[in-house]
């Protein structure tokens, strides 16, 4: 009985341990597969990556004043792009993602991403959100869209690094999904395709 309570207090303090280190979050958002197509005929869009958050940090770890800090990987960009890009592929589009200027742009300006933790240790609600603003141009024509979301777990306990990184992933891979699924957007990008 004894070395059981001792293994449950050691699990609880190497829990605790983890969440009291400041974390980078691995960004790769994930958006579901569009319907392969060939609809757009090899369009070519530029698509653009502007990190507009005034806090770099997207969260703390606890309720703490002096918690560990969650920020986000130094080149997430790269992630964005990619996933984008692969949605945009799967419908048609032909992306650059080098950034050469084209015809067709995406501009996606990510402009808030907070994580907010559960107020204890041992448990309860913590919330990922996320403020993403797409701007589609052909030539003289665009349209500017501004898309939130928000999204939350309970845990037992403190989230781990992954599970914060799930969090923040679902999260944004959900304001991504709605981008790619704007036909306003869609439309924009396709003007003047047969």
């Known amino acids: 009985m004894c070395a059981a309570r001792l293994a449950f207090i050691t699990l609880i303090m190497s829990l605790a341990a983890c969440s009291s280190a400041p974390h980078s979050v691995a960004l790769n958002p994930q958006v579901a597969a569009a319907q392969a197509s060939d609809k757009f005929a090899g369009l070519p869009i530029a698509i653009h990556i502007a990190d507009a958050r005034p806090d770099k940090v997207l ?3 606890g309720a703490a004043a002096d918690a560990p800090k ?3 990987d130094a080149d997430y960009s790269m992630a964005l792009r990619t996933t984008l890009a692969n949605a945009l592929q799967k419908l048609g589009f032909r992306t650059d ?3 050469v200027e084209q015809p067709r742009r995406l501009r996606i300006e990510l402009r808030s991403l907070r994580y907010q933790p559960p ?3 041992f448990g309860g609600s913590a919330r990922a959100s996320a403020i993403l603003a797409a701007t589609a141009a052909h030539r003289d024509a665009g349209v500017e869209k501004t898309y939130t979301v928000e999204n939350g777990d309970w845990y037992l306990i403190a989230p781990s690094d992954e599970q914060i990184d799930r969090l923040v992933n679902a ?3 959900e304001g991504l999904q709605r981008i ?3 036909d306003e957007l869609i439309r924009v990008l396709a003007a003047g395709a047969n």
Do not use: K
């Open 180 to 182: 790619v699924n704007d």
């Open 59 to 61: 969260g703390q770890r």
């Open 70 to 72: 969650i920020s986000v």
């Open 119 to 121: 107020v204890n240790w």
């Open 97 to 99: 993602l080098a950034g």
């Open 171 to 173: 999260t944004l891979g």
